[in-house]
């Protein structure tokens, strides 16, 4: 079956600009966790939707948000971006969300982000 | 709060060698611990999943390994080959609460 898809793949936004990311998961998958790496960071988690509500969310700043569809797909948005903002955004999906031992997380290829 | 550590930034061992890395975990132990690798601008993918209370997990030629005294992991690759250079990472979880992942091993297998 058909992986996590993520779009676009590279990107490049000004700084103050917005930017929208998609998700699309694997195919049966309600939940959709979205995490930002960078080398100085890691991987640090975002938030995570389960049937088109919120479930968890990281100690990010308000210009990162994020929604689900009914169909699972998810975006997130970035607003006024950062320099900092640069990074590997990458989703993930899985049956049941992060928060259940042995549910196994699917990851995309991640959307890169340069913010100059 | 909940931190990962992963001792090693970068690890180098000869092929055949079997390699062993270190995930430090701090304050409470996590009711699971997971291990993915990540290839260079790839998304991590899901390898292992140990329990609290399991002690050693298996998979081919893969082990992980959850001490709760220690508060540590380790994952050991055994028979190492260049295709197995990637960076590992260990992620902790707990139920109802999001995954954190440590900083990553690089490891480079060489031949």
């Known amino acids: 079956k058909a992986g996590v898809t993520q779009t676009p793949r590279y990107l490049i936004k000004t700084r103050g600009q917005q930017v929208t990311l998609s998700c699309s998961p694997i195919?049966?998958?309600?939940?959709v966790s979205w995490y930002q790496q960078t080398p100085g960071q890691g991987l640090q988690f975002l938030f995570e939707y389960f049937s088109e509500t919120q479930r968890n969310k990281g100690n990010f700043p308000g210009r990162f948000s994020g929604r689900q569809f009914s169909n699972s797909r998810s975006e997130m948005n970035v607003s006024t971006l950062e320099l900092g903002d640069s990074a590997l955004y990458l989703c993930a999906s899985s049956l049941e969300g992060t928060g259940r031992a042995g549910n196994t997380i699917y990851f995309g290829e991640g959307s890169w982000l340069t913010v100059v | 709060s909940q931190k990962i550590e992963q001792n090693s930034e970068a690890l180098n061992i000869q092929e055949g060698k079997t390699a062993t890395l270190t995930c430090n975990y701090t304050n409470y132990s996590p009711a699971y611990l997971q291990w993915y690798r990540q290839d260079p601008g790839r998304g991590p993918v899901f390898l292992l999943l140990?329990?609290?209370?399991?002690k050693e997990k298996r998979k081919e030629r893969l082990k992980v390994t959850f001490d709760t005294t220690l508060k540590q992991s380790l994952f050991h690759i055994t028979a190492s080959q260049p295709a197995d250079s990637a960076t590992y990472l260990c992620a902790r979880g707990n139920y109802g609460q999001n995954f954190v992942f440590g900083p990553g091993t690089r490891l480079s297998v060489l031949p």
């Open positions: 140990i329990r609290e209370n399991e």
């Open positions: 195919s049966g998958h309600r939940s």
